[in-house]
C-alpha cells in the first residue's frame, strides 16, 4: 500500500514537473514523523531513501538503528532546531531545511567542523510572517544568508511553510523569487495539499506525510 502511494506520488510528480516545463528531478521527502514503524519499513521496501521529520529527538529513536542498514538513507530535518539539539541533529541529518537565525547558523557550522561533516543546509523563510511560525523574516533573509557566507555555512536552498489559511500559490511564488534573487537554486516547498501546485511554482523538494504514510498515529513518539 506505501509502495502504491509513492508509486503513484511519483508519477504524479513527474507529470506535473513536465506540465509546467519543470525539468529538473524533483526530490519526494517521505515525512516519516508521527508514523508506525510497520510503515516505515514498507518505504523502505519499496526503495524509498529520503525521509523527514520535524523533531530530533523521535527521529533519533527512528533512525539512528537504520543508518547502518541504508547507507544510502537521505534525512531532512523540517522541523524547528534549538541550540542545544545542534550536536545530535547534525550526527542524524544530512539535510537541515531549518536555519533560521545567525546564532543557529553559528552552532551548526562549529559542530560540522566538530565533527567533520559537509554541511547541506537550506533557511526557512517566514514567508506569511507568522508569529508563531519558525524562519526568518523575509526582511531578514539577505542579512542572515550574508552571515552564513561569512562563515562558510553553504546554503544550498529556502524552505518555506505557508500559513494554513492563504493561497499557498502565492507565498511559493514569493519564495521562488527571492530564491532566484539570492541565486539559490533549491526550493523545499508543498506538502501533500498542494504539491502539485508547489511544483508548478518551481519546488526542487516536496515533504509528503500524509499523502504516503496515510493520517498520522499522534500517540507514536510524541
Ligand atoms: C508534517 C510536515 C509535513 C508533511 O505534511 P503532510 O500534510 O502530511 O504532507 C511537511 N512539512 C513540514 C515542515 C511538516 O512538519
Not at 508506525?36 to 524509498?48: R, S, T, V
Not at 559542530?111 to 523574516?137: H, L, M, W
Not at 526582511?139 to 561569512?150: D, F, S
Not at 500559490?169 to 504539491?195: N, P, Q, R, V, Y
Request: proline share 3%; charged share 25%; glycine share 8%.
Amino acid at each position: 500500500m506505501i509502495a502504491d502511494n509513492i508509486a503513484v506520488l511519483k508519477k504524479t510528480i513527474a507529470r506535473t514537473a513536465r506540465d509546467f516545463g519543470q525539468a529538473e528531478e524533483i526530490c519526494l521527502i517521505a515525512v516519516s514523523k508521527q508514523q508506525d514503524e510497520a510503515k516505515i519499513a514498507e518505504a523502505l521496501i519499496a526503495g524509498q531513501r529520503v525521509f523527514g521529520e520535524n523533531r530530533v529527538q523521535e527521529a533519533e529513536e527512528r533512525w539512528t538503528s537504520r543508518r547502518d542498514a541504508y547507507s544510502d538513507l537521505e534525512l531532512h530535518l523540517i522541523g524547528p532546531l534549538q541550540t542545544n539539539k545542534v550536536r545530535d541533529a547534525v550526527a542524524l541529518f544530512d539535510v537541515i531545511e531549518t536555519i533560521d537565525r545567525e546564532k543557529l547558523a553559528d552552532t551548526v557550522r562549529a559542530e560540522y567542523d566538530r565533527q567533520n561533516k559537509t554541511p547541506v543546509c537550506f533557511i526557512q523563510v517566514n514567508t506569511g510572517a507568522e508569529d508563531q511560525k519558525a524562519g526568518v523574516s523575509l526582511a531578514g533573509l539577505p542579512a542572515l544568508l550574508e552571515h552564513c557566507r561569512a562563515i562558510g555555512l553553504r546554503i544550498e536552498g529556502l524552505m518555506s511553510i505557508p500559513p494554513v489559511d492563504e493561497p499557498a500559490g502565492l507565498h511559493f511564488a514569493l519564495l521562488k523569487k527571492i530564491a532566484a534573487e539570492h541565486g539559490l537554486a533549491k526550493l523545499s516547498m508543498g506538502m501533500s495539499g498542494d504539491f502539485e501546485k508547489a511544483i508548478a511554482l518551481g519546488a526542487t523538494h516536496v515533504r509528503l506525510g500524509t499523502a504516503v504514510f496515510g493520517a498520522r498515529n499522534l500517540k507514536v513518539a510524541q
